[in-house]
Structure formats: structure tokens, C-alpha cells
């Protein structure tokens, strides 16, 4: 079994424009994060371009820890973007991706392989594609995920059921929409004879690392005399919704928003489909 390489080292020799580097960079960062991957622009100057920090909406920060103007030795193996190569899906990942404009640095590349994407006439978006197949698509499949639990089991699907349909997005972070979490809630506690009301909300963003952390706090009175009966914290990061009442954790929701599919215990899963085979039954998520 080949070992997966899930560091890039992305080298661009003379892109035709600012804006080919800057997308390429942006993919890498959107993608990526903040950690382990590099970026090498050759052609652009010795200092990075202002317009490049600006087209890309990359932070600063990100740009000096991880973006060089200065050549190094690619670590191998080496693959070079070329829309006549070998389909990126059938080969493992490299360590270094080389995206070569004008051909002349690649071409001393004797023992790198050559490989493409869709086979677009444009490298720019041959390279996002490859950039896409080898790292962003296996970083969400290696992402470590909690264990879902749920303290009553049929709630739990509820749940699970309603934070999908709670997936929103701010300024292209996903958040959950707090009045559906609420008062989802408020539908399971009031069999508990408890109602539930929601306090506050805060929402959290890393613009540098993407992380998103969503907090909201919710008062439980009982619904004879509606006395206060203590408070339910609900914290949503990463995919992981957890929910926490005066009994400590009740329940703890594993989301996966690309696919619209979120866990509610181990094996437990819904999705938004209109059927998802879970544990070999068929299992009919009503999306009324």
C-alpha cells in the first residue's frame, strides 16, 4: 500500500498573470487551511506582489509562512500539470506538484510523471482539479471526527435530522441557524416537561484558519410554574454539534455538510437524500 502525501509543495514557474498565482494560492489556502502544504511562485518578482495578496484574499500571515519567490529542489516524487498526462484519479499523490507555463523548467524533470485533470487547455484550472483529486478531497475524508452519541436514540435521529436542515452559511462559513436548533429542542424537552428558551448566540471566526466555533445558550423552566430548571449550552465546530444540559452531555451530532449527511450515533447516520441505507435497512428520511 502506497503512503498518501498529504503535504503539498505547489511550484508555479512564470504564470502568465497575478491572477492564475493568485487562484492557485487561494485554492491551496480555501482547501487546505493554514498548515502543511507550500506554495513556490517563480516569475512575479523576489517579493511577493501586493496585488497577489489582494486577488487571493489570503491573510498575510498565511502568505509569509507558507508562499516563497525562491526556487528549491522539489522533493520527489515530482508531478508536473499537463493536460495530456496520466489521469490524477489513477496515480498516488506526489510531493511536489510543478505548474510550468512556459515548459522550460519542467522539461529537465526527466523522472517526473506528467498529469492532468479534466484535460482543460487551461493549467491554472488543470492544476486546481489536481490540487483538489490528491489533497482536498482526501483532507476531508482524514479529518479526525468525534464520536456521535445521543442520550435517547430517536431524538438523537431527530436531531441529527433538523441540524441539516439548520446548515447555513456566513460569508462562506458554515454556521447553524439558531432559532431551528432551538427549537428542535424545544420540541424534545417539552416531553420532559421542560421549554426551552434561547438566550444568546455567538459566532466565532478564524479568518486566518478557518475555524468557526458557534455557542448558544439556552435557559430550561419548567412548564408548571415556569420556574428556571437550569441552562443548555449547544456548541457547534468543525462538524460537531455538541449539546450539554444540567445532566451534562446529551447529545453529540457528527455533521458532514459537503455531503448533507450528519450522525447521531456510531452507525447512525441521516441524510437529506430521500433514501440512505443505514446498517442494511432502508431508511426514509422525511424531509416535511
Known amino acids: 500500500m502506497i503512503e ?13 498573470s497575478v491572477f492564475d498565482a493568485a487562484v492557485i494560492l487561494r485554492t491551496l489556502y480555501a482547501g487546505l487551511g493554514v498548515k502543511e502544504w507550500r506554495l513556490t511562485i517563480v516569475g512575479l518578482g523576489k517579493r511577493i506582489p501586493l496585488r497577489l495578496v489582494v486577488e487571493s484574499r489570503t491573510p498575510v500571515e498565511v502568505l509569509r509562512a507558507n508562499v516563497s519567490t525562491e526556487l528549491e529542489e522539489p522533493s520527489k516524487p515530482v508531478y508536473v500539470v499537463d493536460p495530456r498526462g496520466e ?37 491554472t484550472y488543470e492544476a486546481i482539479g489536481i490540487i483538489y483529486e490528491y489533497w482536498i478531497r482526501r483532507l476531508a475524508r482524514t479529518l479526525p471526527r468525534a464520536e456521535p452519541y445521543s442520550r435517547d436514540i430517536r431524538s438523537g435521529v431527530y436531531i441529527a435530522r433538523k441540524s441539516l436542515e439548520a446548515l447555513s452559511v456566513l460569508d462562506n462559513y458554515v454556521i447553524l441557524e439558531p432559532s431551528i436548533i432551538v427549537y428542535t429542542l424545544r420540541k424534545i424537552y417539552l416531553s420532559k416537561r421542560a421549554i426551552i428558551d434561547p438566550r444568546t448566540t455567538a459566532i466565532r471566526i478564524s479568518h486566518v484558519n478557518g475555524l468557526v466555533r458557534e455557542e448558544i445558550e439556552a435557559i430550561m423552566y419548567s412548564v408548571k410554574g415556569y420556574s428556571m430548571l437550569g441552562s443548555i449550552k449547544i456548541v457547534y465546530t468543525s462538524g460537531i454539534l455538541e449539546i450539554m444540559d444540567n445532566k451534562g452531555l446529551a447529545y453529540r451530532i457528527v455533521i458532514d455538510p459537503a455531503r448533507r449527511r450528519a450522525c447521531s450515533a456510531p452507525g447512525l447516520c441521516v441524510s437529506l437524500d430521500t433514501k440512505q441505507e443505514l446498517n442494511g435497512l432502508n431508511y426514509f428520511v422525511d424531509q416535511s
Open 87 to 123: 489521469p490524477a484519479w489513477s496515480l498516488p499523490p506526489p510531493s511536489s506538484l510543478v505548474v510550468d507555463y512556459s515548459g522550460t523548467y519542467s522539461s529537465r524533470l526527466s523522472e517526473a510523471k506528467r498529469v492532468r485533470s479534466l484535460g482543460l487547455n487551461s493549467l
Open 4 to 16: 498518501e502525501n498529504l503535504n503539498p509543495h505547489v511550484i508555479v514557474i512564470t504564470p502568465p
